[in-house]
């Protein structure tokens, strides 16, 4: 052969430079292509029969993807798991999957603003029916899902005043009137609670938050029986909304550690929130750690690891005193997403909530001095050290 051209060399050489090492890597790499080269046909036949180890196009799978459904799928106690490019993207793939036009789906009143607008905004448009109920009158719930309500969408705890939901008693009366319970387990983590465990059917998650919990990478996961997810995983095929293999890398790397931070933001959460209590300028703590919460005992018997490491306080001074304590902390950044290594807060009257009317913040028990802390991995005495000199 004619030697080849510069560009044909610029594309080719090096390429095969790790065909024949003697050791592999310790570490999955980062599989950052988006496509895999075959040796021959039959290759591309064993793709299209679903075998799980034959990668074809990035969208339709990749290997740093599969490590982290194997992965989820473990911890969460499924029968299998699909990712995606973020924690909506998760929502949209398990409903969709799932339901059609004409299907009716109930939710959590105090689900998150991003998913309220998802059913309110996205799939209402599409023909199915969205209505939002009390998930805490649990012995209501089975007269409320109206006929044929295929989903009941409720989160372990809610955002931002941690109101836990009771996962055994909603599945229950979910399927006695043959609904299925899909629970948002992002605020947990697998490792404080596996719904799946206690009856629901599918668990979705927001990577973004502790399961990665380095603020640094955003994906989602549907975790359910082998059928739903392969019908989540088409329609993320489809949709389009698979996860990048670097934040499925960075995702897994973070995923390694999550059993030991989960210990260190629940033990620190519970401390502060401890502390919190005593301060003067501090009406209320929502924290279920506390004898004082509403939900203490359900947190006790259900939760018995713990809730995770957010937690909310009410600032005597409303909005003034909630702008003057962000402009006061040094070390706690004020950034509207949590569950990081690092503390922050947020004020969910001004970012998570600002779309509701004041009527619906005072129906939730959000005021205008609510703060919502998500406490990192820190030493605690730093994280009181910056509140104290701020509150
Ligand atoms: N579920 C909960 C409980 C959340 O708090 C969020 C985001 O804040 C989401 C889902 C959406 O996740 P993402 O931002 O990764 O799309």
Known sequence: MPEQGFSTRSLHAGEDADLNMVSRPK???????????????????????????????????????RALEIWAAEMESGADAVC?????AALMAV?????????KVAAAQEIYGGTQSLLSKELERFGIE?????SHHTEAISAELRPATKILLVETASNPLVKLANIPLLAKAAHSVGTKLVVDNTFLSPVLFQPLKHGADAVIHSTTKYINGH???????????????????????????SLSPFEAWLTMRGAKTLALRMERHVANAQKIAEWLQT???????????????????????LFHKGTGG????????????????????????????????????SHPAK??????????????GITAGTIRLSVGIEDLLDIIADLSRAI
């Not at 301060?279 to 018997?301: D, I, K, M, N, W």
């Open 215 to 241: 603020s640094d990478a955003t994906g989602g996961l549907v975790i359910a029986d082998a059928d739903w997810v392969s019908r989540a995983r088409r329609f993320v095929h489809n949709g389009g909304a």
């Open 84 to 88: 995606c490019a973020s924690g909506m």
């Open 95 to 103: 409903i969709a999957s799932e339901c059609g036009a004409g299907d």
């Open 351 to 364: 970012t998570s909530h600002r779309s509701y009317s004041s009527e619906s913040l005072a129906k939730l």
């Open 279 to 301: 301060r003067p300028g501090v009406v209320r703590v929502h924290f279920p750690g506390l004898e004082s919460h509403a939900q203490h005992l359900l947190a006790r018997t």
């Open 130 to 134: 969205v209505y939002f109920l009390n």
């Open 27 to 65: 570490t999955m790499p980062i599989y950052e292509t988006s496509v895999f080269v075959y040796d021959n046909l039959a290759q591309a036949d064993d793709f299209s029969s679903g075998n799980p180890d034959n990668f074809m196009y990035t969208r339709l799978g990749n290997p740093n993807q």
């Open 310 to 345: 957010i937690l909310s306080f009410d600032l005597r001074g409303g909005l003034a005193a909630a702008d003057e304590l962000v402009q006061t902390l040094k070390m706690i950044k004020f950034a509207p997403s949590l569950a990081g290594v690092s503390t922050t807060i």
